[in-house]
C-alpha cells in the first residue's frame, strides 16, 4: 500500500509517497526519512489509484476481469497485487512511473 504523509515530522516529510511494509490496527509500518519506525495511521493519505483521475476504469465500473485497469497519464496497467483475480475489493496500486505522486483525486476534477 502506498501512503502520502499529511505532515513534516516524526521522521516524515509531507506529501513524500512512502510504501507499508506492514499495517496494525492503529498503525502502519514503514520505512521513514531515517529508518524503520511505526506511525499512526491518522498520520496519511492512502494513495488509491481507484479514487484516481486519471484511471480509465474503477473497480465499481469494471464487469468482467478482462478490462483492465489502466493509468491515463502514464498508458500504464494498473494492479490489485492479489494473487486471486476473483478476490474483488477496492485499492489498486499506483503504477511505477508515478509512484502516487501524481495521484489526483476524483474530487479535485
Same mark, same amino acid.
Given at each position: 500500500m502506498k501512503l502520502k504523509a499529511n505532515f513534516t515530522g516524526f521522521n516524515l516529510t509531507k506529501d513524500k509517497v512512502y510504501d507499508v511494509i506492514f499495517e496494525y490496527d492503529t498503525v502502519y509500518e514503514l520505512k521513514c526519512d531515517t529508518g524503520t519506525y511505526c506511525r499512526n495511521k491518522d498520520f496519511f493519505e492512502i494513495i488509491n489509484c481507484n479514487e484516481c +483521475?486519471? *484511471?480509465?476504469?474503477?473497480? =465499481? +465500473? +469494471? *464487469?468482467? %476481469? @478482462?478490462?483492465? $485497469?489502466?493509468?491515463? @497519464? $502514464?498508458?500504464? #496497467?494498473?494492479? $490489485? #497485487? =492479489? %494473487?486471486?483475480? @476473483? *478476490? @474483488? $475489493?477496492?485499492? *489498486?496500486y499506483p503504477c511505477d512511473k508515478c509512484n502516487g505522486n501524481d495521484f489526483k483525486s476524483r474530487d479535485e476534477f
Open positions: +483521475q486519471f *484511471i480509465n476504469l474503477t473497480e =465499481s +465500473q +469494471q *464487469i468482467n %476481469n @478482462k478490462d483492465y $485497469h489502466i493509468c491515463l @497519464k $502514464h498508458n500504464e #496497467r494498473l494492479f $490489485h #497485487r =492479489s %494473487n486471486n483475480p @476473483k *478476490i @474483488k $475489493h477496492e485499492y *489498486i
